[in-house]
């Protein structure tokens, strides 16, 4: 099997992981918090709280699972066009690993979307009163910003001049 091949494998292999961690997790805060039962991790500072979300962070577009869903396509159409164009090459490592956690937290909250219109989140953060959020939310925010530091530190932008060549 190819090289391509074998990150292909890999990469479904992983982001089935990382979407079953997610949805477990989510799954122990429907058991466990859905009560309204708070759990202090770290007091006044980290909780586990379940919260039912129709929208994205800070309320932004409650409702619109039809926006959610389009996004979602368009964001996952995208992940797999770069990957498929990335060279598997050592250099790329962590930004195919970012593309990874993308694509992972964004088929877990669109399966919660689809399934029953709102995304369950119950990590919650009170020092700057954040939103509250669970692992998907944590996969695709925590991959844009390492994709921001990899942008700026790590990777000169000839580096991706593989991307506007056509397949």
Not at 51 to 72: K, M, P, S, W
Request: charged share 15%; proline share 3%; with cysteine.
């Amino acid at each position: 099997m190819s090289k391509k091949g074998i990150s292909w494998i890999v990469f479904f292999l992983c982001s089935a992981l990382l979407i079953f961690l997610d949805q477990w997790t989510k799954a122990l805060a429907v058991e466990y918090l859905m009560s309204g039962k708070e759990i202090q991790l770290i007091p006044n500072i980290l909780s586990l709280l379940y919260v039912e979300n129709a929208g994205a962070a800070f309320g932004i577009l409650h409702g619109q699972q039809i926006i959610f869903l389009l996004i979602t396509i368009i964001v996952l159409a995208a992940v797999l066009i770069i990957f498929h164009k990335t060279p598997i090459k050592k250099r790329y490592l962590p930004f195919l690993f970012s593309l990874l956690l993308v694509f992972s937290g964004a088929i877990g909250n669109c399966i919660d979307r689809q399934r029953q219109a709102y995304v369950v989140d119950f990590i919650y953060f009170r020092p700057i009163d954040f939103p509250v959020f669970n692992l998907a939310d944590i996969y695709v925010t925590g991959a844009c910003f390492f994709l921001l530091f990899l942008f700026f530190f790590y990777y000169k932008e000839e580096e991706f001049s593989f991307l506007k060549e056509k397949k």
